[in-house]
């Protein structure tokens, strides 16, 4: 799952207890109504007291005793579940998941067979722990594990364009597959919560990473290789990514085919899917996004794109051009106004200041600005250009509309995600220099007029 915010707030991730009942603990007692959840041994609180005697099921009833009591062992290493997802199992989820998508149908047909597959499938009885994870998150979280299967698909199909060795595609996708393992930890308010999060929520939500890590740390026989990729699937090579802010050099090859594929799936659920888009139209955000992913990756994802060879919607008829081009420069000028404060703000504090976080924060700014210059977010002329560019080109007025479109919600996206970086940052208490942190909390006072909901 891709919540693709910079972290710009000290990480506490380490208060995560294993020892503590948190939410996949309930998940389990949640799924024992449908699939029995039994305790294999018995489970003794850390001062040696009999919480549960073994071949009890593990229900509501069950935990509720001993929520706030310290375990002896984890209550993921006492349990068994009656009915484990098993390789055969695992295997025609991905099926179904090609199938039901046409895009990775296509890619199957044209490219990658079904039977490159089934080699990483077979190892999922390898790890009885990644198998009790995955049968909890089907059943109790089935969106994220259907995303969680997309990324799968994705980082497989990158490392065979890659044609990296078996052994490293079989690394890289099953990091894909337990990377957000940490997400079933997370309390279910912040992840169903509709309206903006607090810093105290971001960074617990950010935590999952670390949670990820370390609950593969306790599985026998993981890779490190696999554990450290699942903690760089939020690092960026621009700097801009958590909880390390690490930079295209310090991130390994896997961590970031598994960044890359996660950011494409979170994409494309998070800004695509709900209006009914298309995998295709993820390539144009690939493009203007280069600088903070794998390069090589990019290239290698829109030509899997293309191949695919699944043909774009239309946007607009013609008709409807000068209507369209009315409402595009109304968000443009809205979209200039509110880069021009944040620009301002962030540029006008000069570059000598030594604060690592602060020149990531400059550095978006002059991406944007790089990005955007010169494309019709600036043009004031607009429906002519949209017109004079067709006819220049040859193509459709619908393509061109098209890619308008998408630079205006992918600007609109930057401008949001750079706002909230900022307030991060300032809310961190990081910034050594007091001044400096006056000036942006004033300038954010100013910008907070210009926030508006992403466009659709």
């Avoid at 509720?64 to 290493?77: M, V």
């Avoid at 997309?150 to 490293?168: D, K, N, T």
């Amino acid at each position: 799952m891709s919540y693709d915010q910079p972290s710009m707030i000290k990480n506490t991730s380490s208060a995560w207890d294993p020892l503590r009942l948190d939410a996949y603990d309930f998940y389990l007692a949640h799924l024992c109504s449908t699939n029995p959840v039994i305790a294999i041994k018995d489970i003794y609180s850390g001062a040696g007291e009999l919480l549960l005697a073994s071949g009890e099921l593990i229900t509501y009833k069950t935990l509720l005793p001993f929520e706030s009591t310290s375990l002896a062992l984890p209550l993921t290493h006492c349990i068994q579940i009656q009915r484990l997802m098993s390789n055969a199992d695992f295997l025609q989820h991905m099926i179904n998941t090609i199938r039901e998508t046409e895009f990775f149908q296509s890619l199957e047909e044209r490219k990658y067979p079904l039977d490159s597959l089934r080699p990483v499938s077979e190892m999922l009885e390898q790890f009885p722990l990644v198998q009790q994870r995955l049968t909890v998150m089907e059943a109790q979280m089935n969106s994220l594990f259907q995303r969680t299967l997309s990324v799968g698909l994705w980082s497989i199909f990158i490392a065979q364009e890659m044609r990296l060795p078996l052994e490293e595609t079989q690394l890289v996708f099953w990091a894909a597959i337990t990377h957000d393992f940490g997400m079933m930890h997370i309390p279910p308010y912040i992840l169903a919560k509709e309206e903006e999060l607090t810093g105290e929520e971001w960074q617990t939500l950010q935590g999952h990473v670390a949670i990820s890590c370390q609950v593969l740390r306790e599985i026998p026989d993981v890779p490190l290789e696999l554990i450290t990729a699942v903690g760089e699937h939020h690092e960026r090579c621009d700097g801009t990514g958590y909880p390390l802010g690490k930079v295209e050099s310090e991130i390994s090859l896997h961590g970031q085919i598994l960044g890359l594929s996660d950011s494409i799936v979170g994409i494309y659920y998070n800004r695509f899917k709900p209006y009914g888009r298309r995998w295709r139209e993820v390539i144009a955000v690939l493009e203007l996004n280069r600088a903070a992913y794998l390069y090589r990756g990019c290239e290698i994802v829109s030509t899997m794109i293309f191949r695919s060879e699944i043909p774009l919607d239309d946007v607009v008829e013609g008709s409807e051009v000068p209507e369209f081009a009315e409402r595009m420069l109304q968000q443009n000028a809205h979209l200039q106004q509110w880069f021009a404060e944040l620009s301002s703000v962030l540029t006008g504090l000069g570059y000598t200041h030594g604060d690592r976080k602060l020149h990531s924060l400059q550095n978006v700014v002059l991406h944007i600005a790089s990005t955007f210059k010169g494309s019709l977010l600036f043009k004031e002329d607009l429906r002519e250009s949209l017109q004079s560019i067709a006819k220049q080109q040859g193509i459709s007025i619908n393509k061109v509309v098209e890619d308008a479109l998408l630079r205006q919600q992918e600007m609109n996206f930057h401008l949001h995600r750079l706002t909230h970086m900022l307030q991060v940052y300032v809310n961190s208490g990081d910034c050594k220099q007091s001044k400096i942190t006056e000036k942006l909390a004033f300038g954010l006072k100013k910008i907070g007029g210009f926030i508006a909901p992403p466009i659709s």
